[in-house]
């Protein structure tokens, strides 16, 4: 039986890109610089779909595929699992969803991961948000927390920093070269941060608005807005032709 890696690699080469239209955010920091609260807060008042490539890689380690093993190593040393395995496993994920909004977090982590994202599921990101957060209040709260996670320790911690100023800043500076880049200032309580990160989607919420509704307010897509409002996942309701705010 072939590797994960393997037949991740067979897929990319013989699919196609996704099959539906979605819109996505990169969103990129440091490790504990606070991407999981506020993507939280993003999915609760926005109405996106969290995809945490992190938690994903996680879950598969857990399914009790022959790779799992692998997987797992790769993440307690600090490493990167390889792009192909990642990338199938957000397409997965976001062909699955009901949604076509997902805020992407941890990835990509490396030029690699981008490329093999831009190539495998045809689009580039929307923006990428981005929490800058020093390392020193990054390590303080990784400490503090208390998630049972096998690679919060002082070393792993150490190389998670480095891979992520090796691999992970180069992306960023890729993305803001083309201004996609949306910088918020991470060190900030959480309620000031999420108001800065606020600022930002208002402009592209009310652009997603717009492209699936007519001057007259008339749904270009009811019955998939209708099928939205069913499963909660619409940050419109739809009644009809018509969609108004909640």
């Known amino acids: 039986m ?3 890696v393997d037949a991740a690699n067979k897929e ?13 955010v990169f969103v990129l920091g440091g490790p504990g610089s606070g991407k999981g609260t506020q993507c939280a807060n993003i999915v609760k008042h926005f109405g996106y779909t969290h995809l945490s490539a992190g938690d ?16 797992k190593n790769v993440i307690k040393e600090g490493r990167i699992v390889p792009s192909e395995v990642t990338v199938k496993l957000l397409q997965r994920a976001m062909e699955q969803s009901a949604n076509d909004k997902f805020l ?27 929490f800058d957060c020093s390392e020193e209040e990054m390590q303080k ?76 307010g008339r749904c270009y897509k009811p019955f998939e807005f209708l099928r939205k409002r069913k499963s909660g996942n619409s940050a419109l309701r739809c009644f009809g032709m018509k969609c108004i705010s909640p």
Request: glycine share 6%; proline share 4%.
């Open 2 to 4: 072939g590797s994960v």
């Open 12 to 24: 990319a080469t013989e699919s196609s890109h996704i099959n539906k239209k979605v819109t996505v």
């Open 56 to 71: 994903l890689l996680r879950a598969e380690q857990n399914s009790g595929s022959e790779n799992g093993a692998m997987i």
């Open 104 to 130: 992407i977090d941890g990835f990509p982590r490396n030029q690699e991961n981008r490329e093999a994202f831009e190539s495998v599921i045809g689009i580039e990101p929307e923006f990428v948000l981005f």
């Open 141 to 216: 709260r990784i400490l503090n927390r208390n998630q049972g996670r096998e690679d919060d320790n002082m070393e792993t911690i150490r190389k998670r920093f480095r891979t992520y100023i090796e691999s992970s800043l180069p992306v960023i500076e890729y993305y803001n070269s083309k201004g996609k880049v949306r910088k918020i200032d991470a060190t900030k309580p959480v309620e000031e941060v999420f108001e800065a990160v606020k600022d930002v989607f208002a402009p592209l919420n009310d652009k997603v608005k717009r492209n699936d509704h007519d001057s007259f």
